[in-house]
């Protein structure tokens, strides 16, 4: 495995020492916490310091590198490590690491402490932490990708999706010479990410990829009509750049701050960039976030929160337990927001002293209103991964969106 950085609240380790020798046989081990690096990482770090500073207690937060995050704590959790006892990541992951076993439910836990107020998250919040109905995650952050657009440039955000495409025409170079800006829209759509892009629109139209009893409806019509609104803009209008098919958070980010479109499907994670003046001169005070415009079926926005799951292996399940119900708690939470990170907790979006830094916490709250979340079957992986291969060559113009839907639909009624 990778070198790690380890970071401890008391002295600094080597990881090996935590678990081969060292450890008092009466003592329980120091809970072990990894994070990838950025501003969940640090906020984390800064939290289990005044965790310490109230408690007395120590936990040990090990900060890793974002590239191949998800693939090590995998790595790690299937192979039964007990080098860590809990793992920070976004929800949509629970539902094959819930079934496999290899996390812990902690529905007992959060049932013992009432004050925890689990009613104090949104209720796509509280969906995304579940699988089977039981709580597999402790809920951090919130993040969500809707609507970001030029308040400069267009007064006031699309209210429909039919009418964000006539906004896109206005701001498409191609279309109108006297554009100010190149393309007039643009969103996620590199391999592995379009089907999260495709979340809120999909819901907006009436349709799903699969029942909850995993009856598979990626063929049905209102899927189709869907996508095909994704297809046109490509194909058809041409408002969004061609290679938009290989484009996810960076090229988003850079195309908002340069003045290539003057909206995007963008996240709140890149907010924080694209307000500030010192990263983002040209646009910043010009930016703001709405929720997603409304299909036949009203408005949808895509949650996607993160948490932290409890591994089923770990060597100090009870102590990890005690740390992040109190990190994800009323009095953690708090602290955790004020130092970077950004919980889903309604107390604390709602608190206005985070408003001239957050300007988008308001919007956000209401757009969650109406949120959906990610597939939560156990097969979601194998759900995903097929629609994304099948919905980017319809994209691309390789095939129809009903020929390329219909592919897919066979493909997983085979596999599931």
Known sequence: ???????????????????????????????????????????????????????????????????????????????????LDAVHDVAFVIPSLAAGGHIVSVDSYLQKHAAYDVNDFQDVVQREMKFNDKWYMFPSDISSESLVYRTDLIGEAPKTWDELIEVAKKFTKSINPNSPTEFGYAFAAAPGVLEGTFQGIMKAYGATLV????????????????????????????????????????????????????????????????????????????????????GPYGAFTRINPLGFMVNAKGQNTEGAIEFLIWLTGKEGSYIYTKAGGSSPRKSVLEREEFYSARPWYPEMLKAAEQGVGSIRLAEQAIIRNTFNKWASQALNGDMSVQQAFSEAAKELKGLL
């Open 211 to 294: 029942e909850e009893d995993g009856t598979i409806r990626i063929d049905d019509p209102k899927t189709v009509e869907a996508f095909q609104v994704f297809t046109d803009m490509r194909n058809k209008h041409r408002v969004v750049p061609s290679d938009v098919i290989a484009w996810d958070y960076p090229e988003l980010l850079t195309a908002l701050q340069e003045g290539i479109v003057p909206m995007a499907a963008f996240f709140t994670a890149g907010m924080p960039v694209l307000v500030d003046p010192s990263q983002s001169p040209k646009v910043a005070g010009n930016i703001a976030y709405s929720r997603q415009p409304a």
């Open 1 to 83: 495995m990778k070198k790690i950085l380890v970071i401890s609240l008391v002295s600094l380790f080597v990881i090996g020492s935590l678990f081969a020798g060292g450890q008092s046989e009466k003592a329980a081990p120091v809970p072990v916490i990894w994070a990838k690096s950025g501003p969940e990482g640090d906020a984390l770090i800064a939290a289990a310091q005044a965790y310490k500073e109230k408690t007395g207690k120590t936990v040990s937060i090990v900060i890793q590198g974002r590239a191949n995050y998800r693939s090590a704590y995998n790595t790690a959790l299937l192979a039964g490590s007990r080098d």
